[in-house]
């Protein structure tokens, strides 16, 4: 999307071929200098202690974890921005007793439940008020995981499944979670 524009790429999980070839050859040609495709955070963590990995995508827990060890790292957003997810809590529409289901919700996005949450989970607060409650039980914590910084979260492209039909709205030419898939194993071996 940034250093190749004339491929008309507006969201990383709507590529038609030409996108999608771009990407897999991009990712073939970087493999030779990738040591490991992390599958744990466990594994990311020893391989970045190790000194087997310099550089790879990852969660604010394992940098974490390798900051309190001392191991030399720093979490960032490239200027041309990342992927990311938000996790959330459901309700199935067949649950056998969804009162409970909204309880649970009306605890978990309280101030106290979440701000405990979200620290020991490692994830950004869901309001101002659990931000400040978060805050209380690890300073620092909102401003590690940016819960407040809108403009940041705009340079995050949140997952979406990739599908035949495109996100963008351009139509049925996109390549789709199955194809995608089978890149992946290629580029990984």
Same mark, same amino acid.
């Given at each position: 999307m940034?250093?190749k524009?004339?491929?008309g790429i507006?969201?990383?999980?709507a590529?038609?071929e030409t996108?999608?070839?771009a990407? !897999?050859?991009?990712l073939?040609a970087?493999?030779?200098?990738?040591?490991?495709?992390?599958?744990t955070?466990?594994q990311q963590?020893d391989?970045?202690t190790?000194g087997?990995?310099v !550089?790879g995508?990852?969660w604010?827990y394992?940098?974490g974890?390798?900051?309190?060890?001392? !191991?030399? !790292?720093?979490?960032?957003?490239?200027?041309e921005g990342?992927?990311g997810?938000s996790?959330?809590?459901m309700?199935?529409?067949k649950a056998?007793h969804p009162?409970c289901m909204?309880?649970?919700?009306?605890?978990?996005i309280s101030p106290?439940?979440n701000?405990m949450?979200?620290?020991?989970?490692?994830?950004a607060?869901v309001t101002?008020?659990?931000?400040d409650?978060a805050e209380?039980l690890?300073?620092?914590?909102?401003?590690?995981?940016?819960?407040?910084d809108e403009?940041?979260?705009?340079?995050v492209w949140?997952?979406?499944?990739?599908?035949?039909?495109?996100?963008d709205?351009?139509?049925?030419?996109?390549k789709?979670?199955?194809?995608?898939t089978k890149?992946?194993?290629?580029?990984?071996?």
């Open positions: 940034a250093t524009p004339d491929l507006t969201n990383p999980y590529l038609d996108q999608f070839n990407a !897999v050859e991009l073939k970087q493999r030779q200098n990738i040591t490991t495709y992390w599958g955070a466990q963590i391989s970045f190790s087997d990995m !550089v995508t990852t604010q394992q940098a974890v390798l900051e309190a060890a001392k !191991v030399p !790292v720093k979490a960032i957003l490239p200027k990342s992927t997810w996790d959330t809590w309700i199935s529409s056998a009162n909204y309880k649970w919700m009306d605890y978990i106290d439940a701000a949450a979200t620290v020991w989970f490692g994830e607060p101002q008020a659990a931000c409650a209380k690890s300073p620092g914590h909102c401003d590690t995981f940016h819960a407040t403009a940041y979260f705009k340079n949140y997952w979406n499944t990739p599908t035949a039909e495109c996100l709205g351009r139509g049925p030419i996109c789709d979670f199955s194809e995608w890149a992946w194993t290629e580029i990984k071996g």
